[in-house]
Nanobody
Framework: QVQLVESGGGLVQAGGSLRLSCAASGRTYSMGWFRQAPGKERVFVAAIRWSGVDTNYVESVKGRFTISRDNAKNTVYLRMNSLKPEDTAVYYC???????????????????WGQGTQVTVSS
């Protein structure tokens, strides 16, 4: 069992930046970030494979968000720039329990989840 702990959320004005961190208690494979806005379903934001080379983003955050990882620290990051009010959501970190041959964008492919961290972007 892998425990995931997110940090770095908060309140920021539109156009601002935040960096989310997710520390895992053990080795992980692919890791991802999902978000859930009030009254909406949890949706994919970004993912990264263990190598750190392969990444994938939802179209709405491309060019603004960057996912990265430090395997020595078992930590994945999400750098969020040019934040918009529509980015407001609870952000969840997720980790896969096995290696896949490609980036995974479906929540069902991730076995471990963090508790979530609130990101609020004011206009």
């Amino acid at each position: 069992q892998v425990q995931l702990v997110e940090s770095g959320g908060g309140l920021v004005q539109a156009g601002g930046s935040l960096r989310l961190s997710c520390a895992a208690s053990g080795r992980t494979y692919s890791m991802g970030w999902f978000r859930q806005a009030p009254g909406k379903e949890r949706v994919f934001v970004a993912a990264i494979r263990w190598s750190g080379v392969d990444t994938n983003y939802v179209e709405s955050v491309k060019g603004r968000f960057t996912i990265s990882r430090d395997n020595a620290k078992n930590t994945v990051y999400l750098r969020m720039n040019s934040l918009k009010p529509e980015d407001t959501a609870v952000y969840y970190c997720a980790a896969a329990s096995r290696s896949y041959g490609s980036i995974r964008r479906q929540a069902d492919d991730y076995a471990y989840w963090g508790q979530g961290t609130q990101v609020t972007v004011s206009s």
